[in-house]
């Protein structure tokens, strides 16, 4: 009898797929570590602090965590001044605590994003203080931008380009020479045209790579390449053509050269460390691999944003065109048009944020009359806010891609509008012409206890004072309360993670709606946003999933109370 070769065993059913390119639908969420835990009681938020807490985003439900800066730094720009880009600054920790966060990070199933500043280092910088000190002609000047004043004696700066955070965007050392910062003076731009900037930086990355990070965001993206020769703006009004228009030293073509770069790094550690081989603690299956690049970058056009996340360049930009767009349905709808377009050829997700550390927060923006734009110093309807922003986070947490959280958002925090002058600490602010001067109001520690020296946030205080109201805006008061801003979040959350149909793919399908209403549907999934200051009258599209407000429902029809969104499954 003939001896068939037996057949080799079935391998063990997988049940449930790896989810590749995770961050095609992700929900990350914004930690501003200053501002979020302190561990020590010194009043100011650190790594343990943040470590502590990992608890509540994973029950909150994102998927990973961007951190802003906490690199050693003098603090002249809230860390977006870094001295040493490999090493914790003590305000925050030390790297050991860096590693226990994001190994704690991940065995939670949550992903870590760090922040990276290539544009500008601070002032403390041994490469800067090296440029000093070394004089005019010395090679260590080339890393940045030095040049001789204009003007008889050199007493001018070299050129008009003027400082985001007001003045001119140059200051003089005592030797003479002038040297360029886009942002403070303690914010000296790096001249990318050097080769050691770009080796310093790839090193950089696979510095925190090796850390185990599963991303970056890069820090002001659009503004590495300046224009040859640094060109004059001649008499333009630079602030109005900030974000409207590409600049000598803003969204230059070059940048793009140095993004094709670093994606080669990325990618070389892209499939380089799996996960645990099994679902964390609430089922899901993860892997580390696949780590990605989002770009902080302010360009005229969701257009030219798109031109970020080519294929072999970044993974997501941040949406700034919806993150400035008023709460007005029609508005809204074009601007999720155009970005869907602009993304589907390069075939990158469109990203969603309505807030983080530099703007007002979007309860006090929708507050607010329209065309104020990002930077609010008044109240306005508090209650007319917070119902707009709950339904503004549904909209957004319902579109096709990825969406951002920042802290405290969760709990419908609105902005401290009212924060003493002495007790401030954006450079912005005291530089005054510029923009961006009052962003210390979305910065204020979050509530975490109704009561407490600060709230839960730590048993020292907190560096910026918190207001009255804070304690029932916490998350303990919020918690298990039917309602609550941080239920609604944390049920969208679940839904979206549920549904399949949320977050995914690139298209939305337009339904018809009354003026002022935006409805539309992906697959099983219907969403119903109205804008509008009255109740509207929709279809009811099926059974409710959840809701930002109280809708009543009658013979196939539902009442929609003035800002409000509705999620419908037409299962
Ligand atoms: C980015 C940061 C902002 C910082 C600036 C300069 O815009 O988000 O907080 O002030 O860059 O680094």
Redesign the pocket.
């Known amino acids: 009898m003939s001896q068939q070769p037996s057949a080799a065993p079935a391998p063990a059913t997988v049940t449930v797929a790896r989810r590749r390119d995770w961050w095609r639908d992700a929900v990350i969420y914004q930690v501003y570590p200053r501002s979020f835990a302190d561990s020590n009681g010194d009043g100011m938020g650190d790594l343990e602090g943040v470590r502590s807490r990992l608890p509540y985003l994973r029950d909150l439900g994102v998927d990973a965590v961007w951190l802003?800066p906490f690199y050693a730094s003098p603090q002249a720009?809230?860390g977006?001044?870094v001295a040493d880009y490999r090493a914790v600054d003590p305000m925050f920790g030390n790297l050991l605590d860096a590693d226990a966060l994001i190994r704690d990070a991940h065995a939670l199933g949550l992903r870590i994003i760090v922040?990276l500043?290539p544009?500008?280092s601070s002032d403390q910088h041994e490469w800067f203080k090296r440029a000093l000190a070394e004089g005019p002609g010395s090679p260590s000047r080339d890393r940045y931008h030095f040049r001789p004043g204009k003007g008889e004696n050199g007493e001018l700066p070299p050129n008009d380009w003027e400082s985001?955070?007001g003045g001119p965007a140059w200051t003089r050392v005592a030797d003479g020479e002038w040297y360029l910062h886009?942002?403070?003076p303690e914010?000296p731009d790096f001249n990318w045209e050097h080769p050691a900037v770009g080796d310093e930086f790839r090193s950089i990355l696979r510095f925190w790579l090796d850390m185990g990070v599963d991303g970056f965001r890069i820090?002001?993206a659009h503004g590495l390449v300046k224009a040859e020769g640094l060109p004059d703006l001649g008499g333009a009004d630079q602030l109005k053509l900030l974000g409207n228009d590409v600049m000598p030293f803003f969204d230059q073509d070059g940048v793009h050269d140095v993004y094709r770069q670093w994606r080669h790094v990325l990618d070389e550690y892209a499939e380089n460390e799996l996960g645990p081989e099994g679902p964390s603690a609430e089922g899901r299956w993860w892997a580390t691999g696949g780590r990605i690049f989002v770009a902080?970058a302010?360009t005229p056009t969701v257009e030219r944003t798109a031109n970020y996340v080519r294929p072999d360049e970044l993974h997501q930009a941040f949406n700034f065109q919806y993150l400035s767009t008023d709460w007005d349905a029609k508005e809204l709808r074009a601007v999720i048009d155009r970005t869907l377009e602009a993304m589907r050829p390069v075939g990158a997700p469109a990203t969603w944020v309505l807030s983080?550390?530099?703007v007002t927060r979007h309860a006090t923006r929708f507050a607010n009359p329209p065309g104020l734009g990002t930077q609010i110093r008044t109240a306005g309807d508090r209650e007319l806010g917070l119902r707009r922003a709950r339904a503004a986070t549904l909209l957004m947490l319902a579109l096709p891609g990825s969406a951002y959280v920042y802290q405290g958002e969760e709990l419908g925090l609105p902005d401290v509008v009212d924060l003493p002058d002495e007790v401030r600490q954006?450079?912005?602010y005291f530089r005054g012409a510029g923009q961006?001067g009052f962003?210390d109001g979305c910065r204020v520690p979050i509530p975490w206890t109704r009561e407490g020296s600060s709230y839960g946030f730590g048993s020292g205080g907190s560096w910026l004072p918190q207001p009255a109201s804070w304690g029932e805006l916490s998350i303990e008061a919020q918690t298990g309360v039917a309602g609550s801003t941080l239920e609604l979040y944390r049920g969208a959350l679940r839904v979206r993670r549920e549904q399949a149909d949320l977050g995914a793919g690139d298209a939305v399908e337009w339904l018809r709606a009354p003026e002022g209403v935006l409805a539309f549907r992906r697959g099983e999934f219907v969403c119903v946003t109205n804008t509008s200051g009255e109740s509207v009258t929709t279809p009811a599209y099926g059974r409710v999933l959840l809701a930002s407000g109280e809708l009543t429902e009658a013979d196939g029809e539902a009442k929609l109370p003035a800002d409000t969104t509705v999620w419908w499954t037409t299962a």
């Open positions: 802003s720009d809230a977006y001044d922040d500043v544009n500008h985001i955070f886009l942002f403070a914010q820090d002001v902080e302010w983080n550390h530099d954006d450079p912005a961006d962003r």
